[in-house]
Antibody, heavy 118, light 110 residues
Framework: EAQLLESGGGLVQPGGSLRLSCAAS????????MGWLRQAPGKGLEWVSA????????YYADSVRGRFTVSRDNSKNTLYLQMNSLRAEDTALYYC???????????WGQGTLVTVSS | QSALTQPASVSGSPGQSITISCTGT?????????VSWYQQHPGKAPKLMIY???NRPSGVPHRFSGSKSGNTASLTISGLQPEDEADYYC??????????FGGGTKLTVL
């Protein structure tokens, strides 16, 4: 069974940066596209980003394009999300996902909380 | 990219059937057969219930089914069980190579 463990969340000031990590196990990491999604407190799900198995192709939601960068290290079975120029509206629980196809999450981690506040 | 439109809430009694709608546009739901549905219990991660409009992942009960007509997709749960009480989200691939979610529907089993 796939296991995804996110880390790196925390409190950051507006305009600051944070890097999230997602350690994967239980499947052949390099064979699957991966992604990030988020859920603001008490709100619905929002797709954030996806990356192909090789890491050569990336996709972003308009709300984060130019500020967030997704990457992966297949030798470490780890997915990353570098978040820059953070805003209050980026406050959310960030989930890592294993994807079916490129952008369809079919397995989710438990999430890591990012709070952007002064 | 605007969120897909779902009813805020639906309810039904055990054993009954309910349907949750998900309305998008010709740029997402209507463009591809790439609609999926997720179940989320409070404090838990979402779980994939339906993908590519009608397909169930292994382990999802047959009483969960999906369909689509034009720009509107639907999730039907037959023979409601108490454990089906949860939030349900639809999602679609878009012509912009992104993915969009609906606002979510709270299902109450009376």
């Amino acid at each position: 069974e796939a296991q995804l463990l996110e880390s790196g969340g925390g409190l950051v000031q507006p305009g600051g940066s944070l890097r999230l990590s997602c350690a994967a196990s239980g499947f052949t990491f390099s064979s699957y596209a991966m992604g990030w999604l988020r859920q603001a407190p008490g709100k619905g799900l929002e797709w954030v980003s996806a990356i192909s198995g090789s890491g050569g192709t990336t996709y972003y939601a308009d709300s984060v394009r130019g500020r967030f960068t997704v990457s992966r290290d297949n030798s470490k079975n780890t997915l990353y999300l570098q978040m820059n120029s953070l805003r209050a509206e980026d406050t959310a629980l960030y989930y890592c996902s294993k994807n079916r196809g490129v952008t369809l999450p079919d397995w989710w981690g438990q999430g890591t909380l990012v709070t952007v506040s002064s | 990219q605007s969120a897909l439109t779902q009813p805020a809430s639906v309810s039904g009694s055990p054993g009954q059937s309910i349907t949750i709608s998900c309305t998008g546009t010709s740029g997402d739901v209507g463009a591809y057969n790439f609609v999926s549905w997720y179940q989320q219990h409070p404090g838990k991660a979402p779980k994939l219930m339906i993908y590519e409009v009608t397909n169930r992942p292994s382990g999802v009960p047959h009483r969960f089914s999906g369909s689509k007509s034009g720009n509107t997709a639907s999730l039907t749960i037959s023979g409601l069980q108490p454990e089906d009480e949860a939030d349900y989200y639809c999602s679609s691939y878009t012509t912009s190579n992104t993915r969009v979610f609906g606002g979510g529907t709270k299902l109450t089993v009376l």
